[in-house]
């Protein structure tokens, strides 16, 4: 596709369940970032990836928030045991090394509600 | 930590208007800065990239300038638009991965 692309849409999740929220970057684009973004409130920089490593993770606000990207494509945020103080929007972001320096694609977000 | 203020908080304006919106941080060592819109229910659309070396971009209607040693940007708006109605985001990078985000500012542009 021609931007980031990010799944589902939107999430309701009882109080304890377990989400996982996907990201499809640009294609070629070697850094990928998540945001967490409350309401009302700018993005919260949450971990980043560089190809499939995860250089920079102190933006994760517990050990309940994982993410991965296992072929340095697609990542996953899996937030386990969701509390409702995680409810927010969940942005992805990818950059090229070959664009404008570190200019950031967003994707349209993943609204996260829990009960 | 980077701390990030955009004021005013929200602005509303009649069509045709020129207009300012002001974006604050504290820690001048930043590697550049981005100026994003977001609409409601939507991710960022990237505006403006201004490196930590430049004072200005320009993209149309819009010009965005950088003072990196007072820690301050502007993004002016030209001749608004009721299209031009969105949240307006400053993001300064301390690095390459990482941008700190201000509360942004809410325009209205009224036709």
């Known amino acids: 596709g021609a931007g980031v692309s990010q799944s589902p849409r939107y999430k309701v999740a009882k109080r304890g369940q377990d989400v996982a929220l996907r990201c499809d970057p640009i294609?070629?684009?070697?850094?990928l970032f998540w945001y967490q973004q409350a309401l009302g409130q700018g993005p919260e920089f949450l971990t980043y990836?560089?190809?499939?490593?995860?250089?920079?993770k102190s933006g994760l606000p517990s050990d309940r928030f994982f993410a991965e990207r296992p072929e340095g494509s697609v990542s996953t945020l899996k937030i386990q045991r969701t509390q409702q103080e995680d409810s927010a929007v969940y942005l992805c972001a990818s950059s090229s090394f070959a664009s404008s320096y570190n200019e950031q694609f967003f994707g349209p977000g993943t609204r996260l509600t829990v009960l | 930590k980077q701390e990030v203020t955009q004021i005013p908080a929200a602005l509303s304006v009649p069509e045709g208007e020129n207009l300012v919106l002001n974006c604050s941080f504290t820690?001048?060592?930043?590697?550049?800065l981005q100026w994003f819109r977001q609409d409601p229910g939507k991710g960022l659309t990237s505006l403006l990239l201004i490196q930590s070396s430049q004072r200005e971009q320009t993209s149309g209607r819009l010009n965005a300038s950088l003072d990196k040693s007072s820690g301050r940007s502007t993004l002016y708006i030209a001749a608004s638009q009721p299209g031009d109605s969105a949240t307006y985001l400053c993001a300064p990078s301390s690095s390459f991965n990482k941008f700190y985000f201000g509360s942004g500012t809410k325009l209205n542009v009224k036709p």
């Open positions: 990836f560089q190809n499939e490593a995860q250089l920079d």
């Open positions: 820690d001048s060592a930043i590697y550049n």
């Open positions: 294609s070629g684009h070697v850094s």
